[in-house]
């Protein structure tokens, strides 16, 4: 199934530009993955350092870091993630 | 004790400079900067004056840490009664002039009275006079500063001044220093320029030297350096990124207030994100930003420092805006970008520098803008009138305007009086997306509802830097909690703006908050200044000094009927993201915020509350 990944700040660096013929736009990328493909398992797909992925969203909701091994994508889900930022 | 234990008094009416000790009870109740200068303010000004008449007094303030090695110790405040809001204002810039203003001796200087005539104030070290400004009167802040610079042969002196925004009567003209450095909020610039006082120059050479215990005031300092440098945000995030790596974050949970806060979510957010700013453009293949760069004894350096590029139609031909000079923040970038519906990032960029360059606030002006676009597209405002075709989205419309608010020409003037009385003068106020006049920032309170109750009771106005819960309810700092519920806010409001209270008294920058606690606070206080600044204690003075300016407003004439929001955000809900269907819930955090707080029914301080804080 497809969902969309987006990898801001410097976790963009992990966002390939290139994927099964699929091309990155800014810091999202359309991606295949499995059904029962869980939001942990994909941003360890990317290499993201777990340390790292601080805030995920799910379609902007928060998955807290406990929740991340249990929590399964849909198809068309955006699938969101930071390292620790903050601003204001 | 860090203190230079002396104040400036400055008679504006009368051309005299006076100099008298610092009251150190006061210091020590009232820390310093916000706290302490608040604390002088209320007790000098009468809180029903007029902001822009002679009996209101404008305070210039350092903090303890100012000036000394602490990281981020460079701050200083403005404090008076707000052009915009009538009620305490406060505002908090960066850049080198606090500190060199503490190094000449001073803790700060209080203006009172009006000039007959333009004058800016110079200070080189224990000696202050008022000269003629007139020679400067009608100069833009870029133009001032250096030709002040070059009269006294001196390319070192600090200068804090306003420029042509002030002169013309914008309600939100603002203070700048080091050129793009900004006392940004509530026109304190306005009253600035309503005394005719065009600048303060400064040169310092005395250092701070007078720590209460140097020995452990440089372990405290180290220490509290390393957890900055260690930390995520501050040592990596802010940097690279700055506040500007928001953008994403914030459209992405639903909270980005759109056109007028119609929307919560702006398909161009990207186009004008921290991202967008690192992408070299198509044109000539230099991204936007530059650089960073770093205030006075920061170790974050979190400043955007941006190159327009030449070919974009605001800048062709016109060399002088082609320098680096200071770029988009995120409020900026919002304000100017996403409250228009704007995303021409190059095109935010130039209104940003115009707004630095004639001092004037990017938040308020840009927010009232969104007003302008949305009363345009109703039928009510023509192009007629504004000079332009305005709908969102116009980048031409959003710069056309920033030009003419500058100077206070066409409808800029109109502009300049903010979305409140515009809105109003036109026959729709509940479209000024505001309380106490002030706008809002960039954090939709439909997604994020504890800001709902932040932005109500601000003492300021709406503003994200009197209580940000958005690091909790969205960040995660120091806690995740959870944006969409009104449960626990009331607390947490109170939490954050009782400490906030604390940094911004320090001398040292809010954004230190995102890796320190008052705890990483209290040693470099207590060492500095008197081992009385226990945290205990210092939680204590936050709590007094919220209270102090709440009183005063009260004074004033605020009440709770006051503590609200627009209604748009309490009956509209948002329409899409994770918030859709919600309106912001102020009614059930607002009577738990009265009682934590110790107020009666009606916003005022209970006799106990008082007695408590002692106030």
């Known amino acids: 199934m497809e969902i969309t990944l987006k990898l801001f700040a410097t976790l963009g660096d992990y966002l390939p530009e290139e994927l099964n013929g699929r091309v990155r736009k800014y810091n999202e990328l359309q991606i295949e993955v499995d059904e029962a493909s869980t939001v942990q398992a994909v941003i360890e797909q990317f290499n993201v350092p777990t340390a790292l992925a601080h805030l995920v969203l799910v379609n902007g909701v928060f998955i807290p870091r406990h929740a991340r091994a249990n929590s399964r994508l849909r198809v068309g889900d955006e699938l969101a993630v930071w390292p620790p930022i903050a601003g204001g | ?615």
């Not at chain 2, 702006?266 to 700013?277: H, P, Q, T, V, W």
């Not at chain 2, 930003?289 to 062709?316: M, P, W």
């Open chain 2, 1 to 615: 004790m860090a203190w230079a234990g002396k104040i400036l008094r400055v008679d504006l009416g009368k051309g005299t400079c006076t100099s008298e000790p610092l009251n150190m009870k006061w210091a020590r109740d009232y820390i310093g900067q916000r706290g302490l200068a608040t604390k002088y303010f209320t007790e000098e000004v009468d809180p029903k004056v007029d902001p822009l008449s002679p009996q209101n007094k404008i305070i210039w303030a350092t903090g303890p840490l100012t000036g000394t090695m602490a990281s981020t110790g460079g701050r200083y405040s403005v404090i008076t009664k707000g052009a915009l809001t009538g009620a305490v204002a406060c505002s908090n810039s960066g850049g080198y002039w606090g500190a060199e203003l503490k190094m000449a001796g001073w803790d700060m200087i209080v203006f009172e009275g009006k000039s007959p005539k333009p004058v800016y104030l110079y200070i080189e070290n224990d000696n202050a006079k008022l000269l003629d400004a007139d020679w400067l009167w009608g100069k833009s802040v870029w133009d001032t500063e250096p030709a002040i610079k070059a009269k006294h042969q001196d390319p070192q002196i600090r200068v804090s001044c306003i420029g042509r925004a002030a002169e013309a009567g914008c309600l939100y003209a603002a203070v700048i220093n080091d050129l793009h450095r900004a006392a940004g909020r509530s026109g304190v610039g306005t009253v600035m320029g309503s005394k005719n006082l065009k600048a303060i120059a400064v040169r310092g050479t005395k250092g701070v030297g007078n720590i209460r215990d140097p020995k452990g005031f440089m372990k405290a300092t180290t220490e509290a350096k390393k957890v900055l440098a260690d930390n995520a945000v501050t040592g990596q995030g802010l940097p690279k990124f700055g506040t500007q790596v928001l953008m994403n974050v914030i459209n992405e949970i639903g909270a980005l207030p759109t056109r007028n806060h119609r929307d919560v979510q702006f398909e161009g957010a990207k186009d004008i994100s921290a991202e967008a700013m690192h992408q070299p453009r198509k044109t000539d293949g230099k991204p936007n930003l530059v650089t960073n760069q770093a205030c006075f004894g920061c170790t974050i350096a979190c400043g955007r420092i941006s190159k327009i590029d030449e070919t974009h139609y605001t800048v062709q031909n016109r060399p002088e805006y082609w320098g680096a000079s200071g770029g988009l923040e995120y409020e900026a970038a919002w304000a100017l970008g996403a409250a228009n519906g704007v995303k021409d990032l190059e095109a935010l960029t130039y209104a940003n520098f115009v707004c630095n360059e004639d001092g004037f606030d990017p938040i308020s002006f840009g927010a009232t803008v969104g007003a302008v676009m949305e009363l345009y597209e109703m039928g009510v405002l023509k192009k007629e009138q504004l000079g332009i075709e305005a709908p969102f989205g116009s980048a031409k419309a959003l710069t056309y305007f920033a030009e003419l608010t500058a100077k206070g020409e066409g409808f800029g003037k109109e502009i300049g009086l903010g979305s409140k009385r515009l809105t109003a003068k036109y026959g729709h106020p509940d479209l000024s997306m505001s309380v106490k006049g002030q706008e809002f920032p960039a954090y939709d309170s439909r997604g994020i509802q504890g800001m709902g109750l932040a932005y109500a009771t601000s003492n300021r106005g709406a503003c994200h830097l009197r209580g940000y819960t958005v690091a909790s309810e969205v960040l995660g700092i120091p806690v995740k909690t959870d944006p969409l519920v009104t449960e626990g806010k009331a607390g947490l409001v109170k939490a954050f703006q009782d400490a906030t209270a604390v940094f911004d008294s320090a001398g040292v920058c809010l954004f230190t908050s995102f890796a320190w606690t008052l705890a990483n606070v209290q040693p470099q206080l207590a060492t500095a200044c008197t081992d009385e600044f226990t945290l205990e204690e210092l939680n204590l003075i936050g709590e007094r000094i919220w209270n102090m300016e709440r009183d005063f407003n009260n004074r004033a004439g605020f009440s709770s009927e006051d503590d609200t929001l627009p209604k748009r955000l309490l009956t509209e809900p948002a329409k899409t993201g994770p918030a859709k269907g919600l309106t912001n819930g102020l009614d059930k955090m607002l009577p738990e915020y009265y009682q934590l707080r110790g107020w009666d029914e009606k916003g005022h301080l209970k006799p106990e509350t008082r007695a408590r804080l002692g106030l």
